[in-house]
T-cell receptor
């Protein structure tokens, strides 16, 4: 069965601190995809990144970076020099290859990040 | 602008009433989804549809119904059989491919409250 675990329920940091959100996943699929979404207080889920299981390169986008390690089944998300606007709930998600229910997303329970000025 | 439009944003339902949440997308996506989110919880899949005139139950389909008569539209009806319908409902859509996987894009959500 597929499962995503975000062990950190809530994190509070002060502006300009770096923060890492953890994500651990379980799957028996050999091809799968990992995602991060941001949910600000308005409620809409905003897509941040997708990672394919066959591409373990880490990625950096501005202040955001993602560390994908198949050996530990982890896909962690780091925000460098956090800002108040980063305050949101962040969800990690997993899906299999397209076709049937395997293509649907399995979400973690989310990590609520609060960045204080 | 391309996107997913959900309406209404806020909806109040009396006990025993059916209500329908609208979801329209102009992204030309084949697949559409309905998720439910409870406070402090992740998202749970209610129904999904990969093609017009076809849909499948998700993890928590009881008390809900859907239709997919047009590619652009995937309305969700919350029936009186749903015992605890107060929640935040998110509609989503996606194109599936081997390269991009199943990247799902979401609407802004609808808050349903039973009064």
């Amino acid at each position: 069965a597929q499962k995503v675990t975000q062990a950190q329920t809530e994190i509070s940091v002060v502006e300009k601190e770096d923060v890492t959100l953890d994500c651990v996943y379980e799957t028996r699929d050999t091809t799968y995809y990992l995602f991060w979404y941001k949910q600000p207080p308005s409620g809409e889920l905003v897509f941040l990144i997708r990672r394919n299981s066959f591409d373990e390169q880490n990625e950096i986008s501005g202040r955001y970076s993602w560390n994908f390690q198949k050996s530990t089944s982890s896909f962690n998300f780091t925000i460098t020099a956090s800002q108040v606007v980063d305050s949101a709930v962040y969800f990690c998600a997993l899906s299999g290859l397209y076709g049937g229910s395997q293509g649907n997303l399995i979400f973690g329970k989310g990590t609520k990040l609060s960045v204080k000025p | 602008d391309g996107g997913i439009t959900q309406s209404p944003k806020y909806l109040f339902r009396k006990e025993g009433q059916n209500v329908t949440l609208s979801c329209e997308q102009n992204l030309n996506h084949d697949a559409m989804y309905w998720y439910r989110q409870d406070p402090g919880q992740g998202l749970r899949l209610i129904y999904y549809s990969q093609i017009v005139n076809d849909f499948q139950k998700g993890d928590i389909a009881e008390g809900y119904s859907v239709s997919r008569e047009k590619k652009e539209s995937f309305p969700l009806t919350v029936t009186s059989a749903q015992k605890n319908p107060t929640a935040f409902y998110l509609c989503a859509s996606s194109i599936k491919s081997r390269v991009s996987g199943n990247t799902i894009y979401f609407g802004e959500g609808s808050w349903l409250t039973v009064v």
